[in-house]
């Protein structure tokens, strides 16, 4: 079971940190993705990591303004959100997986868990 948290409203150019809490004894194993959502558009990628951490992958539009990692002794993964555009307004939505390990994903349809979502909204 996954639980998003850390949303909120951030004026552009400000900062927030999403977190990722899991339950289970599987999650060191998983590896770990973050989507995003807005009204009327499909589920889009953001950002992996490998269930090491040693891995990362970021889609284009983030790149150098979030970071994704894991603190796996905490069952929690984090996306470290600075530079907010309004663009970046959506459901956060994060994700795990199992068999992907230390394998990076951009597909949602690998994944097979997935957190209830956390409203991130970026005012001009």
């Known amino acids: 079971q996954l639980q998003a948290s850390g949303g909120g409203l951030v004026q552009a150019g400000g900062s927030l940190r999403l977190s990722c809490a899991a339950s289970g004894r599987t999650f060191s194993s998983s590896a770990m993705g973050w989507f995003r959502q807005t009204p009327g558009k499909e589920r889009e990628f953001v950002a992996a990591i490998s269930s090491s951490g040693r891995s990362t992958y970021y889609t284009e539009s983030v790149k150098g303004r979030f970071t994704i990692s894991r603190d796996n002794a905490k069952n929690t993964a984090y996306l470290q959100m600075n530079s907010l555009k309004p663009e970046d307004t959506a459901v956060y939505y994060c994700?795990?997986?199992?068999?992907?390990?230390?394998?990076?994903?951009?597909?949602?349809?690998?994944?097979?868990?997935w957190g209830q979502g956390t409203q991130v909204t970026v005012s001009s």
């Open positions: 994700a795990a997986d199992l068999r992907l390990g230390e394998i990076l994903s951009s597909n949602k349809g690998d994944y097979d868990y």
